[in-house]
Nanobody, 123 residues
Framework: VQLQASGGGSVQAGDSLRLSCAAP????????AGWFRQAPGKEREFVAS????????LYADSVKGRFTISRDSVKNTVYLQMNSLKPEDTAVYYC?????????????????WGQGTQVTVSS
């Protein structure tokens, strides 16, 4: 099972980026998905999650109001729209899929992980 994350890059503070995560249909359908990030020297942290039908979303306080998670069941893709980026958003971003329709903030709730995509925000 392979999740493919893409869309990272180097931007200025205040810019926007949209991350995408493509996965096999059998991985995403009926399962929750999420985004996590890991900055150098720090632990991996929760960013956002979305339920299998997209009707339930969770966000870390640090990104609430700036980031939006969504999913396209036809394309088997999960997105993370990131607006008003800040230097502290700099990290490797990982997408993940769970084995249940709903998942929370813990990494233990996710069974499948992508390879990560680098996001660098300069001031």
């Amino acid at each position: 099972v392979q999740l493919q994350a893409s869309g990272g890059g180097s931007v200025q503070a205040g810019d926007s980026l949209r991350l995408s995560c493509a996965a096999p249909k059998r991985t995403l359908s009926n399962n929750a998905a999420g985004w996590f990030r890991q900055a150098p020297g720090k632990e991996r942290e929760f960013v956002a999650s979305i339920s299998w039908r997209g009707d339930n979303t969770l966000y870390a306080d640090s990104v609430k109001g700036r980031f939006t998670i969504s999913r396209d069941s036809v394309k088997n893709t999960v997105y993370l729209q990131m607006n008003s980026l800040k230097p502290e958003d700099t990290a490797v971003y990982y997408c993940a899929a769970g084995r249940k329709p709903y998942a929370g903030r813990e990494t233990s709730g996710y069974a499948y992980w992508g390879q990560g995509t680098q996001v660098t925000v300069s001031s």
